[in-house]
């Protein structure tokens, strides 16, 4: 499975973006979630939702302001993100997953990273 992500880009705080990460294969039977990664830090868990959409999870910084989603028509699944703080400066990476929950952040694939800068 081969994860592309899009959306990233330069933001005033307060302001909103929607990442995107678009899978090559036909379906992707695992749930899926995103991480990021800011410059000297390890990279952390952010959201993921399992593989029916029907249930999701966030780390709680993001909790009220980020809304992870998928489209399975599509193979594609979103996250959307309201509110940025500086803070949320990172490299963002979607990711399959290893099971079909949502609360399980083992990851299977790794798709490429996108930028997201929030200025203050």
């Known amino acids: 499975v081969q994860l592309q992500a899009s959306g990233g880009g330069l933001v005033q705080a307060g302001g909103s973006l929607r990442l995107s990460c678009k899978a090559s294969?036909?379906?992707?039977?695992?749930?899926m979630g995103w991480f990021r990664q800011a410059p000297g830090r390890e990279r952390e868990f952010v959201a993921a939702?399992?593989?029916?959409?029907?249930?999701?999870d966030y780390v709680d910084s993001v909790k009220g302001r980020f809304t992870i989603s998928r489209d399975n028509a599509r193979n594609t699944m979103y996250l959307q993100m309201n509110s940025l703080k500086p803070e949320d400066t990172a490299v963002y990476y979607c990711?399959?997953?290893?099971?079909?929950?949502?609360?399980?952040?083992?990851?299977?694939?790794w798709g490429q990273g996108t930028q997201v800068t929030v200025s203050s």
């Open positions: 939702i399992s593989l029916s959409g029907g249930s999701t």
């Open positions: 990711a399959a997953l290893r099971s079909a929950i949502a609360t399980n952040h083992a990851v299977n694939y």
């Open positions: 294969a036909r379906t992707v039977p695992y749930a």
